[in-house]
């Protein structure tokens, strides 16, 4: 499981995270101000009304006739309502002892003080703005509900929230949109650079890339063309080295031939044998040299596929004659195409049999089968390689046995031909299905 975040989900998801809070949090602060611009209105309207009723209330009362021996009760008198509605505002006209004189016809008694006030007050329930006239004679009450307040406060929140259930989303769909479009060229560059193999030093080449990006990607094209230099500089180096070396080895073996024909004395002879025996062994490394030179020149893939099935025919033939009857051959009966080299499956497969002829148990058989979906098995038998020793088959000059002849390059030359065309080498000691032996398996089948 990769422990890489996206960036373009961080983005998104921090964007419209922040978004959605920075909405909320504009409600609520428009509801605060709402709340405190509603309770200047409301109470603009209190004391409105009160200024309003009172010169109607006072005219009203003192025209009432003052000789009168009736109680307070009958001197008070309900406005009677022209209409059934609901009084969000009620008020009482009262002595300055408490007695009432005038009282709106839906008024509760209950919520106003015994005595009247003046100025703005407030109670659990109800807020009140209370004056005076005729000289402190006559006060008037005017009372609101509170829940009335908080329910048109509440009213305008839901008022700004409601459109944010389609703003909200709308924002983070043009918030995704927008960072998939800003980072698109970001997500090109990482698909060319994941869509590379090993064997791919050219420069990576992408348009428009982004201010922020254009530094690494400068930085990694300039870090692609010093290894590119680098592995060139190598490879040239082992492939002249071992080029320069054929024509001189090539010299003196046919010096050393001459010389041993034109030779009488047994011991020079036996000497010029051993000396013609390293000879070839530096020839067949000089080779060797020149085969992984070209694997690991990253030439392996060719532009079409091509049928490997009769090259390795043709291969498996030519070492018939080497070891009669030991090479024992499975083929497929259709073709089996692959964009893999035909010179680099030459080189692949000759190592392999070399290899096998080389470190197996002598005079044994050596199994070589290509299935139809592309496997490459060769089994030799011997004895079984530690796993430990096994898994530094794959370096150069490394042998499992030291006392068979060979370079120890010819495993490194397959592994080095199996990663630049981007497949998978496996080694297995005891090979599969058996208590002993070598087994090396691969799929040959390389596709754009």
């Not at 060139?232 to 031939?257: G, I």
């Amino acid at each position: 499981m990769s422990n890489h975040t996206s960036l373009q989900k961080t983005l998104g998801v921090s964007l419209s995270i922040s978004i959605s809070l920075l909405w909320l949090l504009a409600v609520v602060t428009a509801g605060f101000i709402a709340q405190d611009k509603m309770n200047t209105v409301f109470d603009s309207a209190l004391e409105e009304t009160a200024q309003r009723i009172l010169p109607l209330a006072a005219t009203e009362i003192l025209s009432r006739d003052s000789d009168s021996d009736s109680d307070s009760d009958s001197n008070a008198q309900r406005i009677q309502a022209l209409e059934a509605h609901d009084e969000h505002l009620t008020y009482l006209v009262r002595k300055p002892s408490g007695e009432l004189l005038l009282q709106s016809h839906d008024v509760d008694l209950n919520v106003f003080s015994a005595l009247p006030r003046t100025g703005f007050y407030e109670t659990a329930t109800h807020r009140f703005y209370g004056a005076n006239a005729v000289r402190g004679s006559i006060y008037i009450e005017v009372a609101e509900p509170l829940a009335h307040r908080h329910s048109a406060v509440w009213s305008v929140i839901l008022a700004l929230l409601t459109p944010l259930l389609l703003l909200i989303p709308l924002s983070l769909l043009a918030v995704w949109w927008l960072i998939k479009r800003s980072l698109r060229k970001v997500v090109e560059l990482q698909q060319r650079v994941a869509a590379r193999d090993a064997g791919d030093l050219s420069a990576v080449k992408v348009e428009q890339l982004p201010a922020e990006f254009a530094p690494l990607l400068s930085a990694v094209n300039h870090l692609l063309e010093r290894l590119r230099r680098a592995l060139e500089a190598e490879r040239s180096f082992t492939a002249n080295s071992a080029h320069e070396l054929r024509t001189p080895l090539a010299t003196a073996l046919a010096k050393l031939q001459r010389l041993q024909r034109q030779s009488q004395d047994a011991s020079v002879n036996l000497q010029a044998q051993d000396i013609e025996t390293s000879l070839r062994t530096l020839s067949a490394l000089s080779e060797k040299l020149l085969e992984l030179a070209k694997a690991e020149g990253g030439s392996v893939l060719s532009a079409s596929p091509n049928d490997l099935t009769p090259i390795l025919q043709m291969i498996v033939k030519d070492y018939e004659y080497q070891a009669p009857h030991r090479l024992h051959l499975e083929l497929p009966n259709n073709a089996v195409l692959s964009l893999l080299d035909p010179d680099a499956f030459a080189i692949l497969v000759r190592n392999l049999i070399e290899n096998a002829l080389k470190h197996g148990a002598d005079q044994h058989p050596i199994h070589i089968s290509l299935s139809a979906q592309g496997r490459l098995r060769v089994i030799n038998d011997g004895a079984v390689i530690p796993a430990e020793q096994l898994a530094l088959l794959r370096q150069r000059f490394v042998r499992a046995n030291s006392r068979s002849l060979g370079s120890g390059i010819g495993l490194a030359i397959v592994d080095a031909i199996a990663s630049g065309a981007g497949l998978q080498l496996n080694l297995h000691s005891p090979a599969t299905g058996q208590n002993a032996g070598f087994e090396v398996e691969l799929n040959i089948i390389v596709t754009r």
